[in-house]
């Protein structure tokens, strides 16, 4: 309640304030009042009325990368931050009851998103530890012959979903453990833990709405699955990770699986509506676009697109409101191209001209409106500004050329 | 007593949710690898942005780097008679450093003597656009093609000074 009121006020404010106007969709949420007062912890009953300044910030379009909370994620989590502060391991009072029974609630709601039983979910600080645990199964595996295929459920640079019901069946039928990590599918393409025979599985909080630093592991009980913890303590979580539960945390993870069981199918839709939308205006308007990744089997929402003849890095700087992920060399500290792309042979230079959009559940169709827009005025921009561009406009063939090497 | 608490848990939460964090509101509103203001403003506010004749026996067009790299930068420069340097274009298929870098280039080889561009370092141009060090490279590419540009110039007025001896 008390949010709402504090974003009505802020976009208020801003509405009210003069100034110029930029075309960029103005959302309650992006707005953000600023107070240039000297800052406290402690608030003060004399402090003075904030001096306020109204910044607009970008459009956010890098949902692979992280999503914002949703609200009713915060609703379900701000009690257990504030009131119900209980240790869920602490036996012997309310407050340890209380907030052991919202860790259960939590398993629960992200067991049935799977088609898990909630004993077979433990809860970690985030699908990295998750993938730890995993991995880390294999070194503990008794028998010589036993080995583990790790695949990735869907791709987090192109969206790619991988066939991962077929790959499990081909585990099962040979006895090899099967990991996938699920980040970016879970609650957004369904998910049977026993439909697709995964035994180990890695979840990530805030990728799917939810809040940072937490996430879970899947481990299957029947065939059961042995793993080794990473870290030792006070034998909590079934002794596979020890540490205490962060209940709010938690309770965030399992409020955000159940909006996104509620929500997938209509999210689906909406996520789609948008991409088609998305990828149909940058193709109609702009030649020599290519959508990087399989086609057909495609998580929507993940858009991976090659602008030939224009370097990513300087689209994203072109497209300064709008935040962007790229898959060139420059925008990674390595300057290595991404490893994804080559893997799947898309040509060095249409490497360093690639741009992840992210379509998510709040994502608008005037965000998606505007970002195509510039994205077209820019993209035209650079390509005025590229030599390669030039060269094949002049009809000269790029690849009969000897660059020199640097 | 519990109203007390709840307006100081109230005045909390909004001293949370409205104020901001302690980096100030500008650098919010900027991206966070942060391109330097001159760095964008060569993307902004093109200047030299174009081509010359490259047929021309005035043009040296200087043409480094490769698309595999992510990195091609043309730069042409046109001499007048006396050796100096009167007009100078770029194109560049590159991150936004290396457009500005290659645009400075442009923009500080006009009006100077042939010898003079040739002083031109790649140190100063990182300097002038404030590059960070993983973007040095851009800038040294920026020499690459002065240096390029003035190779290419000087090719093309030497055959004319050895069919002069010849004939």
Known sequence: ?406 | MAAAGAGRLRRAASALLLRSPRVPARELSAPARLYHKKVVDHYENPRNVGSLDKTSKNVGTGLVGAPACGDVMKLQIQVDEQGKIVDARFKTFGCGSAIASSSLATEWVKGKTVEEALTIKNTDIAKELCLPPVKLHCSMLAEDAIKAALADYKLKQEPKKGEAEKK
């Open chain 1, 1 to 406: 309640m008390l949010l709402r009121t504090a974003w009505r006020r802020a976009a208020a404010a801003v509405r009210a304030a003069p100034g110029p106007r930029s075309e960029a969709p103005a959302r309650g949420l992006r707005l953000r009042v600023v107070d240039n007062a000297p800052q406290s912890a402690v608030p003060s009953d004399t402090a003075t009325a904030p001096e306020v300044e109204s910044v607009l910030r970008p459009l956010y379009m890098d949902v692979q990368a992280t999503t914002p909370l949703d609200p009713r994620v915060l609703d379900a989590m701000l009690p257990y931050l504030v009131n119900y502060y209980g240790n869920p391991h602490s036996r012997t009072h309310a407050y340890g009851w209380e907030s052991e029974a919202a860790m259960e609630r939590a398993r629960q709601q992200v067991a049935s998103l799977i088609g898990a039983d909630p004993r077979e979910i433990i809860f970690t600080s985030g699908a990295t530890e998750s993938n730890n645990i995993a991995i880390k199964e294999l070194e503990a595996a008794i028998q010589p012959d036993t080995s583990l295929v790790s695949v990735m459920t869907v791709n987090n640079e192109i969206g790619v979903k991988q066939p991962i019901a077929e790959i499990g069946q081909i585990c099962s039928s040979r006895r090899v453990y099967f990991h996938t990590d699920a980040a970016q599918a879970v609650g957004k393409i369904p998910l049977d833990v026993n439909d697709m025979k995964i035994d180990l599985m890695s979840i990530s909080g805030h990728k799917i709405y939810g809040p940072k630093g937490v996430g879970a592991i899947y481990i299957r009980r029947r065939p059961r699955v042995r793993v080794e913890a990473l870290q030792s303590g006070g034998g909590q979580e079934r002794g596979m990770r020890s540490g205490t539960v962060p209940t709010p945390l938690v309770v965030g993870l399992g409020a955000a699986c159940e909006v996104a069981q509620q929500e997938m199918e209509y999210d689906h839709k909406w996520i789609s509506k948008l991409a088609e939308r998305l990828t149909k205006k940058i193709m109609n308007s702009l030649p020599d676009v290519v959508m990087n990744g399989d086609p057909e089997h495609h998580y929507p929402g993940c858009i991976n697109l090659s602008f030939a003849y224009v370097e990513g890095e300087s689209l994203l700087m072109a497209l300064k409101d709008v935040a962007l992920s790229s898959g060139s060399a420059c925008t990674s500290a390595s300057l290595e191209p991404s490893y994804v792309l080559r893997a799947i042979g898309t040509d060095e230079d249409l490497a360093h001209s690639s741009i992840r959009f992210g379509i998510g559940r709040f994502t608008t169709e005037e965000e998606v409106d505007y970002t195509v827009e510039k994205c077209i005025h820019h993209v035209k921009r650079l390509r005025e500004m590229s030599p390669l561009w030039e060269m094949v406009q002049d009809g000269i063939d790029l690849k009969s050329i000897k660059w020199t090497q640097h």
